[in-house]
């Protein structure tokens, strides 16, 4: 069920993503985002392409399926073709997740927040940490004090295999109605009004001040944290 929210103290994760045109939010910034897709959804904006060299010295940069088509074909040689046919697999298999569960969403769910615009935020500080050693990466995890519309879902519910249709679209529908399933993983999708940060209790929080877009003005950090582990999903795709 969709929450409208004002100025309700939530936690947010911000990682270092080596596909996001936008930069990690560092004391002191002030930055528009979110205007169209997140970084998350705009990772799919990028093409994958996977080089291959000429014989007159110059790498060319294929298609991913055309160059695992090659590979199939004994046209090309590479060391790393297993790898690469996994990691092509993962980009289909989250895109065409991703583009399902906004149908879904819109047929059950229409006023929340879309995956594919949203900000991902957890009510707990530890909850927050459960998802910085989940997806993994270098981040910090913010305490924001957020105004807007709120939907909170099971990520658990979220299709990760190979799964019969009929069960993917049952269980975004679940996801979507706000059900959890008996080993749940809560996360809340967040949508309008942008919020600004300032120092209070040297943590962060934020302010709702948006008209078009989200705008984050970073005064402090609540937590610093290393790497933790590697991205479930590798480090050529987005995670969750």
Same mark, same amino acid.
């Given at each position: 069920?969709?929450?409208?929210?004002? $100025?309700? !103290?939530?936690?947010?994760?911000?990682?270092?993503?080596?596909?996001?045109? %936008?930069?990690?939010?560092?004391?002191?910034?002030?930055?528009?985002?979110?205007?169209?897709? $997140?970084?998350? /959804?705009?990772?799919?904006?990028?093409?994958?392409?996977?080089?291959?060299?000429?014989?007159?010295?110059?790498?060319?940069?294929?298609?991913?399926?055309?160059?695992?088509?090659?590979?199939?074909?004994?046209?090309?040689?590479?060391?790393?073709? &297993?790898?690469?046919?996994?990691?092509?697999?993962?980009? /289909?298999?989250?895109?065409?997740?991703? +583009?399902?569960?906004?149908?879904?969403?819109?047929?059950?769910?229409?006023?929340?927040?879309?995956?594919?615009?949203? &900000?991902?935020?957890?009510?707990?500080? *530890?909850?927050?940490?459960?998802? %910085? $050693?989940?997806?993994?990466?270098?981040?910090?995890?913010?305490?924001?004090?957020?105004?807007? $519309?709120? %939907?909170? @879902?099971?990520?658990?519910?979220?299709? #990760?295999?190979?799964?019969?249709?009929?069960?993917?679209?049952?269980?975004?529908? +679940?996801?979507?109605?706000? =059900?959890?399933?008996?080993?749940? *993983?809560?996360?809340? +999708?967040? /949508?309008?009004?942008?919020?600004?940060?300032? !120092?209070?209790?040297?943590?962060?929080?934020?302010? #709702?001040?948006?008209?078009?877009?989200?705008?984050? @003005?970073?005064?402090?950090?609540?937590?610093?944290?290393?790497?933790?582990?590697?991205?479930?999903?590798?480090? =050529?795709?987005?995670?969750?």
């Amino acid at each position: 069920m969709v929450e409208k929210i004002e $100025n309700k !103290r939530l936690f947010h994760v911000t990682r270092e993503l080596p596909y996001s045109i %936008h930069p990690t939010l560092s004391v002191g910034d002030t930055i528009s985002a979110f205007d169209e897709y $997140n970084p998350f /959804f705009a990772f799919y904006e990028r093409p994958r392409t996977y080089g291959v060299h000429l014989e007159d010295g110059t790498t060319r940069q294929v298609p991913a399926m055309h160059w695992i088509d090659c590979v199939a074909k004994g046209l090309v040689q590479s060391p790393n073709a &297993l790898t690469a046919a996994q990691e092509t697999a993962k980009h /289909f298999q989250m895109l065409s997740r991703e +583009l399902l569960m906004e149908i879904i969403r819109l047929e059950e769910a229409s006023d929340a927040p879309s995956r594919q615009t949203c &900000l991902w935020l957890a009510d707990s500080v *530890e909850k927050a940490q459960y998802w %910085h $050693n989940r997806l993994g990466g270098t981040g910090r995890i913010l305490e924001v004090e957020a105004t807007g $519309n709120m %939907h909170t @879902v099971d990520a658990s519910l979220l299709f #990760a295999d190979a799964d019969a249709l009929s069960d993917i679209i049952r269980r975004a529908r +679940l996801y979507w109605r706000g =059900q959890a399933s008996a080993s749940p *993983e809560m996360e809340i +999708l967040f /949508f309008r009004h942008g919020y600004r940060c300032r !120092r209070r209790h040297a943590v962060m929080w934020f302010t #709702a001040h948006m008209t078009a877009s989200w705008t984050f @003005v970073l005064r402090s950090t609540l937590r610093d944290f290393c790497q933790v582990q590697r991205c479930d999903h590798g480090r =050529q795709g987005p995670c969750l």
